[in-house]
């Protein structure tokens, strides 16, 4: 079975930066794609940015120029860095391996929060 967990999550004011980790543990192989959602309060969980097995990546056009995810496959780890925050970025952040198109594993989330 697999497990996420992230961390890095804290309380930033506006302008400021955090960098997001997730350590995948149990049997993660390096073709799944792995990727950062977000959920505010009374909101659906968006994507906010996914990386694929070769280094393809996908960003939420509200985070594109700011956020930029990368991933460490020798270390099971996904990465998110996050630049210019915003209040609007106050969500918690859930780390996310995509098996196969059916089949999602989800950590537990870490939460950001953007104020002044």
């Known amino acids: 079975q697999v497990q996420l967990v992230e961390s890095g999550g804290d309380l930033v004011q506006p302008g400021g930066s955090l960098r997001l980790s997730c350590a995948a543990s149990?049997?993660?192989?390096?073709?799944?794609?792995m990727g950062w959602y977000r959920q505010a309060p009374g909101k659906q969980r968006d994507m906010v940015a996914t990386?694929?097995?070769?280094?393809?990546?996908n960003y939420a056009d509200s985070v594109k120029g700011r956020f930029t995810i990368s991933r460490d496959n020798a270390k099971s780890t996904v990465y998110l860095q996050m630049n210019s925050l915003k209040p609007e970025d106050t969500a918690v952040y859930y780390c996310?391996?995509?098996?196969?198109?059916?089949?999602?594993?989800w950590g537990q989330g870490t939460q950001v929060t953007v104020s002044s």
């Open positions: 996310n391996v995509r098996r196969n198109q059916w089949y999602d594993y």
């Open positions: 149990g049997r993660v192989f390096s073709d799944y794609a």
């Open positions: 990386i694929t097995s070769v280094g393809s990546t």
